[in-house]
């Protein structure tokens, strides 16, 4: 059997096959594999697109907001949460807000604040998080406390706190 692989004919007759079957096993194997990828990432696509019109179409002020969290400049937690919450209509009298200094760990500077939400419905509280998160992306919610007032239907207390990551 060893003779066989010394013959340089073997080779000049198994290089021109293996050479052949090679575009046969791309257009059989794998040409079809990828058009079949490409279909369901066509399909993705589409479903991406509509989810992302109807989200527009229901929320118009997420463009408006996109905008503006472009040029808004530095970051406070006083002129995040207060935009928010005229946003979510949240009177100014239904929130407090108390900030940390600002700390520098590893040359990355935080600041920590703490924001509480008094007698607020459940989609205006899920409102003002999904939007201050939407707004600044650096912005962190490591904590949520939800409290039902008593008595009422949809009455909440959250006490929220917040990272900001310079």
Request: aromatic residues 10%; proline residues 5%; positive net charge.
């Amino acid at each position: 059997m060893r003779d066989v692989f010394k013959n340089p004919i073997f080779y000049y007759v198994l290089a021109p096959i293996l050479v052949g079957l090679w575009p046969l096993l791309v257009w059989g194997m794998y040409l079809p594999k990828a058009e079949k990828a490409w279909e369901d990432d066509r399909k993705l696509y589409d479903e991406a697109k509509t989810s992302i019109v109807e989200i527009l179409e229901k929320d118009p002020d997420r463009l408006k907001i996109a905008a503006e969290s472009k040029s808004l400049g530095r970051f406070t937690y006083a002129e995040a949460v207060d935009r928010v919450a005229n946003l979510c209509r949240i009177p100014s009298s239904n929130y407090t807000l108390s900030t940390g200094i600002p700390v520098t760990s590893g040359g990355k500077e935080s600041q920590q604040a703490r924001v509480n939400l008094v007698d607020v419905s459940i989609v205006q509280g899920a409102k003002f998080l999904s939007t201050i998160h939407s707004m600044w992306v650096n912005l962190n919610c490591d904590r949520i406390r939800l409290t039902k007032k008593p008595g009422m239907p949809d009455r909440w207390d959250m006490d929220l706190t917040f990272q900001y990551s310079y």
